[in-house]
């Protein structure tokens, strides 16, 4: 809802420029390039689920405090970009805690595909749902009202964590702990082993290719096709079935095939989804059923290769350097994205948003390329767990090679 409902707010309360509207994805998104791998750091020494409850309060709070503004003629642009960059600080917070602290809950490497298979399926349900239920409060309630429903989520998501029983070890002190030769650590983790190197890159572009493609077309809707709220909250509620259905078919696709070839397939949908949109002419309605099929096809690979590269990631790395792992990710993934926000901006300022959409388009495919050479692709399964004990050093470049094919 959130992604859907700020924009929103911005364009129809603010009559916020093509730029504007780059700057506040980028400031969503942010937070990752600046703060991720210290965050990360950090969490790696701390228990994870406290680090969630308070994330999540910080987001309830700031979301519920735009409606209130907006009531008392107190809210405006800048406060509304201050909001979205605070947002995202408290977003990092929990992305950098949850991914961790799965493993504490599932304690066997063998049930990892499983669990992030269930994990997706609920990231892609409220993907359906969100984008849906919030195109259609904007259109009744105005964007700004639309965010209450999107804070009391928080506070569902506050009490589902309370209600979690599973006791979570406190992380083991070590000697002496510096932050940066921890940072260094983690980052020598994955950028030594050539599986999380691949997909960390590749996860970069098609981060930037997702959230460029997103805010443009978010653009090219509101402002040249003159498409309603409640429309675009359906083609992207719509289209996120895709999602939904692909991972809840994960598992049986990858039981199926070998797992680097699910990925290549995956992630090739979700790279080349981007040119139906592009390519999409004719009647309004046509032009929507493409768009919804550009998305759906996106959406579809995502779920699909989610499972694969959250399992590969979490199979990879011992869980005392699971923190700093999933940071040096977010910091390259959601980097993208707020680069790809704000590019988004500029592009579509200078080319028109549907000129930047063949540029992101083109750019998209192009990745396709660098996805057939990954050695991800070449994989059968998922690689032998690394023991603990080998957080304590960062391999050699090709250390795991031998464990990472089968």
Same mark, same amino acid.
């Given at each position: 809802m959130t992604h859907l409902a700020l924009p929103l707010t911005a364009i129809h309360a603010f009559n916020a420029t093509d730029e504007q509207v780059g700057v506040l994805r980028f400031l969503q998104l942010a937070p990752y390039l600046g703060l991720a791998l210290l965050i990360g750091v950090w969490t790696d020494r701390v228990r994870r689920k406290p680090v969630m409850l308070a994330a999540n309060l910080i987001r309830m709070s700031l979301l519920a405090l735009i409606p209130a503004l907006y009531w008392w003629d107190a809210l405006n642009l800048v406060t509304l970009l201050i909001i979205a960059c605070? !947002? #995202? /600080?408290?977003?990092?917070?929990?992305?950098?805690?949850?991914?961790?602290? /799965? *493993?504490?809950?599932?304690?066997?490497?063998?049930?990892?595909?499983?669990?992030?298979?269930?994990?997706? $399926? +609920?990231?892609?349900?409220?993907?359906?749902?969100?984008?849906?239920?919030?195109?259609?409060?904007?259109?009744?309630?105005?964007? =700004?009202?639309?965010?209450?429903?999107?804070?009391?989520?928080?506070?569902?998501? !506050?009490?589902?964590?309370?209600?979690i029983r599973?006791?979570?070890?406190?992380?083991? *002190?070590?000697?002496?702990?510096?932050?940066?030769?921890?940072?260094?650590?983690?980052?020598?983790?994955?950028?030594?082993?050539? $599986?999380?190197?691949?997909?960390?890159?590749i996860g970069f572009c098609c981060n930037f290719s997702m959230v460029t493609v997103w805010t443009m077309f978010l653009l090219y809707g509101t402002q040249d096709l003159h498409l309603p709220s409640a429309t675009l909250g359906g083609i992207f509620a719509t289209a996120s079935v895709g999602g939904l259905i692909g991972a809840v078919i994960s598992r049986r696709v990858i039981k199926r095939f070998p797992l680097g070839r699910v990925y290549l397939v995956a992630q090739s949908a979700l790279l080349l989804g981007p040119t139906l949109i592009v390519t999409a002419a004719g009647p309004q309605p046509v032009m929507i059923g493409m768009f919804v099929l550009s998305f759906f096809t996106t959406s579809l690979g995502l779920g699909v290769a989610g499972v694969i590269i959250v399992s590969l990631?979490?199979? +990879?790395? *011992?869980? +005392?350097?699971?923190?700093?792992?999933?940071?040096?990710?977010?910091?390259?993934?959601?980097?993208? #994205?707020?680069?790809?926000?704000?590019?988004?901006?500029?592009?579509a300022g200078q080319l028109g948003a549907k000129g930047a959409l063949t540029a992101a388009a083109i750019?998209?495919?192009? !990745?396709?390329?660098?996805? $057939?050479?990954?050695?991800?692709?070449?994989?059968?399964?998922? =690689?032998? @767990?690394?023991?603990?004990? @080998?957080?304590?050093? /960062?391999?050699?470049? #090709?250390?795991?090679?031998s464990s990472a094919h089968r």
């Open positions: 605070v !947002v #995202g /600080v408290a977003s990092v917070l929990f992305d950098l805690s949850w991914m961790s602290y /799965v *493993p504490t809950v599932v304690k066997s490497p063998a049930h990892y595909v499983e669990a992030s298979a269930k994990m997706g $399926i +609920s990231t892609s349900a409220a993907e359906v749902a969100g984008p849906g239920a919030a195109g259609v409060m904007v259109a009744a309630l105005t964007a =700004p009202v639309a965010l209450i429903v999107d804070a009391v989520s928080y506070a569902v998501s !506050v009490t589902s964590l309370l209600l599973t006791p979570e070890p406190r992380p083991q *002190p070590a000697a002496k702990r510096h932050a940066l030769t921890e940072l260094r650590d983690g980052l020598r983790w994955v950028l030594r082993d050539r $599986i999380l190197r691949a997909l960390a890159l990631r979490q199979t +990879s790395t *011992p869980q +005392s350097m699971m923190g700093r792992m999933t940071a040096v990710f977010r910091t390259l993934l959601f980097g993208g #994205g707020a680069l790809g926000g704000l590019s988004a901006g500029l592009l750019g998209s495919a192009s !990745v396709v390329i660098g996805l $057939i050479v990954s050695p991800v692709s070449r994989l059968h399964a998922l =690689p032998t @767990a690394p023991k603990e004990t @080998a957080a304590a050093h /960062v391999p050699h470049a #090709g250390q795991r090679s």
